[in-house]
């Protein structure tokens, strides 16, 4: 899924939840243009006003999905996860917890296919 293949060298560490709307938005937009240009520009006001109830409902949802398949991680798979998530480098992480930076970026990918077959297997691998 879009997320996890640009987890490791876009997200910077800020709002998570923000960056995953920003990749599930600009994927609907990018869609939208290749199946009709003049609905993309329509498209863009409607994801702006994405903050209904409903909409944040779906958010809360997808987040605690989320959430759940981190928690089936091994513990120093969801620990590297959470502190790259969090914005910690690779060089830091490894000093506190004890790995070789080969390692680290092994396991994070590991981490990674976890993460996207639960998620997807929680049907949200499309939105993504």
Avoid at 104 to 127: I, N, P
């Amino acid at each position: 899924s879009r997320v996890w293949q640009h987890l490791p060298e876009k997200f910077d560490g800020d709002n998570f939840r923000a960056w995953l709307f920003r990749i599930a938005r600009n994927y609907v937009i990018q869609e939208s243009r290749k199946r009709r240009p003049d609905l993309a520009e329509d498209l863009r006001m409607v994801t702006a006003e994405d903050h209904t109830p409903d909409h944040q409902l779906v958010e809360r949802e997808r987040m605690e999905i989320l959430k759940n398949c981190l928690s089936k991680l091994e513990q120093k798979l969801a620990e590297l996860v959470q502190s790259r998530l969090g914005g910690e480098s690779y060089e830091d992480i490894c000093e506190r917890i004890g790995l070789q930076p080969a390692r680290a970026h092994k396991l994070f990918h590991t981490a990674k296919t976890q993460l996207t077959t639960c998620v997807e297997h929680h049907g949200l691998g499309q939105a993504q």
